[in-house]
């Protein structure tokens, strides 16, 4: 199984700062078609998770622009840039390359 | 628009199996893999498996293939899943959640298994 590491467990922020999150895959999740298979999911407290990101850098309908994904085969980023209180929550990355899917074991975003 | 609601709570004694639903409205049920995904208190997330509805068939996470049966009806759309000899580490909640985007989810069915 692809194995998806968040080494972060949690990063405080303060609002209207910046933040980015990480998240490593043992194996890359570039396709030979070209398609990088990373998600971002967010979390809100007691909330179903909520698709941020898609193909490693594309923004899911309805996402704010505030929030982009960046990465290579295995290294991947989230950055969330001017920081609301909305965005308290856990991130999680999720590779969907090949089965099992699996999630990296989750960020949390605290705000300072 | 898209919505997935599951059925409620489940209290369930060791060693006895649960059936959960998640019913879709707002689009072609059959149009749309269901994926499920089990989130233990306090924990990270796990993909079970999927099915597609058109076809019925089915893909699971090894882990899950003797626990979970996945289901889906048509007639409904209605997508559902069984969970056999349930142990405390059954105990989760479980979440649908609609099509390769992840893009739809239910709200959950928290499964709890206490003698």
């Known amino acids: 199984d692809i194995v998806m590491t968040q080494a972060a467990p949690s990063v405080p922020v303060t609002p209207g700062e910046s933040v980015s999150i990480s998240c490593r895959s043992s194996?890359?999740?570039?396709?030979?078609?070209?398609?990088?298979?990373l998600y971002w999911f967010l979390q809100r407290p007691g909330q179903s998770p909520q698709l941020l990101i898609y193909?490693?850098?594309n923004l899911a309908s309805g996402v704010p622009d505030r929030f982009s994904g960046s990465g290579s085969g295995t290294a991947f980023t989230l950055r969330i840039s001017r920081v609301e209180a909305e965005d308290v929550g856990v991130y999680y990355c999720?590779?969907?390359?090949?089965?099992?899917?699996?999630f990296g074991g989750g960020t949390k975003l605290e705000i300072k | 628009q898209v919505q997935l609601q599951q059925s409620g709570a489940e209290l369930a004694k060791p060693g006895a199996s649960v059936k959960m639903s998640c019913k879709a409205s707002?689009?072609?049920?059959?149009?749309?893999?269901m994926h499920w995904v089990k989130q233990r208190p306090g924990q990270g997330l796990e993909w079970i498996g999927y099915?597609?509805?058109?076809?019925?068939?089915?893909e699971y996470n090894q882990k899950f293939k003797d626990k979970a049966t996945l289901t889906a009806d048509k007639s409904s759309s209605t997508a559902y899943m069984q969970l056999n000899s349930l142990t405390s580490e059954d105990s989760a909640v479980y979440y649908c959640?609609?099509?390769?985007?992840?893009?739809?989810w239910g709200q959950g069915t928290l499964v709890t298994v206490s003698a």
């Open positions: 959640t609609r099509g390769v985007l992840f893009a739809y």
């Open positions: 707002g689009y072609t049920f059959t149009n749309y893999w």
């Open positions: 099915i597609n509805p058109s076809t019925d068939y089915t």
């Open positions: 194996k890359s999740l570039l396709h030979s078609n070209g398609n990088t298979y």
């Open positions: 193909r490693m850098s």
């Open positions: 999720m590779q969907h390359l090949e089965y099992p899917f699996t």
